[in-house]
C-alpha cells in the first residue's frame, strides 16, 4: 500500500498496558523496516496508569515477571523486564528476593517506565467519541481533548480501552459506596479524619480479600465485614497445568474450538482467574481471624453465605442490608464505607462505530477474527480490538499474560494488510 504523511497507519484507541505492548512491538519492528508503520495513540486520563486504586503496598503481582509487555514476543527486548530493572540498577537486588512475582507497586512503575518512551506518540486527555469509515477505506477517528476537537486518519484503528468497574444495579459509587478501584486514594482520605469504626467488603475474589487486609491493616480500631456468597474464599489453582490455559498457543486453540467447547474450557479453568484468592493471602487472613478469636476481639468477621440485598447512603454512614442465604434472616449494619470487589466489564468495542455495522454470534456477542479483527458487515475495515475477546480467545483475553504474544500477532496482521 502506497505510503501518505498525511494518513497514519495506526490509531491506538486507549493507551493501557495492552496498547502500550503495541506501541512496543511497532516500535522493535521500525528498527529494521523498510517501510515503517507509524501509529499515534489516543487515552482518555491526563498520565499512563494502570489500576492505581488498587495499588496497595506489598501486594504482589499474580502474573510472573516474564509475562511482561515484550519477553514473550521478543526475549531480547530493550521494553522487557529485566530491562527496566537494569535501568532502575535493581537487576542483581531483584534477583536476590527469589521470586517471580514483583510487586504490583513495582509492575506499575515497569508499565510507566515503558510508557515514559511513547510520550511523543500518545495524546493524553483526549476522549475518542466516533469512528467512522471514509470513502476512500480509510478510518477517521475523532475526538475531544480541553473541549478542542481532535481527529486522526488512519489505515487501521486498534481499540483497546480496557475493563470499568462493575457494581451491582441500582448501585452508584460515592463517597461511602466504593468500588475496589477506588479503595487506594478512598482510605489515604479517611486516614486525614475521624478514625473510621466498621467497613463492609462485598465479594470473594482477589481483590475482595486484599481489601479487606488492607483495610483490616490500615484501620487498627475498625471492624472489616467480609460479606461473600460462598462459605469462605476459595484458593486460585496457580500449579503449572492449569496455568498452561494462559499460555499463547491457548488462544489460538481456543479460538479454533467451537462454541460449545470454548464454553466448557471457561467453565474448567474459572478457578484460575475468577473468585479466586491466592492461597498465601487466605493462610493470612485466617490466621489473623483466629488470633482475634483468641484475644477476645474480633475485628475481622466474616459473613459467610451472605448477601448485600441493599446499602442507603446516609450521609455520614452507609445502612447495609445483609441476607443469609442459610436461613434466609436479614439484618441491617451502619459502616463507614462498603466496598464493591465485585469485577470489572470489558466495554463494547463497538460503541465507537459510527460507520460499518459489526457482526454478532448467535448471543449477541461481536464477532472477531483469529487476528483480533472485527468482523465488519459489508466492509473490509481493519478495526482491531485487545480486551474484549474472552468469548472468542479465551481467559487471558483481559489480562497482562499474552499482551507481548498477542501485539506480535496484530503487527504481523498490520504488516500483511498495510505495509
Partial sequence: MPHDDHVLDVVGVGFGPANLGLAIAVAEHNVTAERPITALFLERQEAFGWHRGMLIPDARMQVAFLKDLATLRNPTSNFGFISYLAARGRLVDFVNRQTFFPTRLEFHDYLSWAAAHFDDDVSYGTTVEKIEQTGDGLLAVTGRRGGESVSAVAR???????????????VESGERIWHNSQLVPGVAKLATGPAPRRFVVVGAGQSAAESVDYLHRSFPDADVHAVF???GYSPA????FANRVFDPDAAQEFYAGSPEVRGRVTTLHRNTNYSVVDPDLIESLYERHYAERVEGRERLRFDKMCTVEACEDLGDRVRVRIRSS??????DLDADVIVYATGY????????LAGPIARRDDQGRVRITADYRLELDGSDALVYVQGATEHTHGLASTLLSNIAVRTGDILASLEARIV
Fill in 156 to 170: 487501521a484503528v486498534v481499540i483497546a480501552t480496557g475493563l470499568a468497574p462493575a457494581l451491582p444495579d441500582g
Fill in 229 to 231: 456468597r460462598r462459605w
Fill in 237 to 240: 489453582d496457580d500449579s503449572a
Fill in 326 to 331: 442459610l436461613d434466609g434472616t436479614a439484618r
Fill in 345 to 352: 466489564r470489558s466495554g463494547d468495542p463497538t460503541r465507537f
